[in-house]
C-alpha cells in the first residue's frame, strides 16, 4: 500500500537504543542508518562544543532523518524510507502531526540533522533541535545503564531567535 499522507507513516514509539542505532559493540555512528521513530527516555544530554551540557530530564526523542536534497532553505526536508517506497515531506508539515503522537507535556528533541542550519518555529510543545549534524552515544556509566548523549554544533529551542 502506497503512503498518501502524512498520518499513513508509521511513526511509533520504539526503544531508545534501538531507535538511535546504538548497540554494546558500536564504536562510531552509522552514517546510513534510517530508523525513525519515538522515544520516551529518563534523560538524555545535549552537548555542543562551545557550550555547557544540557540534561532533560523524563524527554521524548524524535528520530528523524533529513533528505539528501533539501529544495526549500526555509524548512527541513525529512526522508522516510520505507519497505515498499521512500517518503519526503517538511518537517514543518511533519512536526505538528508527530507531535500529536507522543505523550503531552514532556521535553521533545529532534535527533535530527539540519544541514541547511535552519531556525524552526515554535511548536505546541517545548521542542529542541540542532544546528548541523546530530550524533547519539551512550556514556559509560559506573554500574549502571549509561547515559544518552546526543551531540551538535549547536542546539536551539524552536521558537527562540537566532
Known sequence: MAITTIAEIPFEQREPLALLAIGPDRLDVDADYAGFGWAVVDAVVLTAPDRPPVTLDHAVILALHSA??????????????????????????????ALTLI????PVVLALCNPGRVSLPPLSADVHYA???????????AGGPGTLRLSARRWRRCGDLP
Open 131 to 141: 544546528l548541523g549534524d546530530v550524533t547519539s552515544w551512550l556514556d559509560p556509566d
Open 103 to 106: 505523550p503531552p507535556g514532556l
Open 68 to 97: 539528501d536534497v533539501q529544495p526549500d532553505p526555509a524548512d527541513i526536508e525529512l526522508l522516510f524510507e520505507l519497505p515498499a517506497q521512500s517518503v519526503q515531506v517538511p518537517a514543518s508539515r511533519f512536526l505538528p502531526h
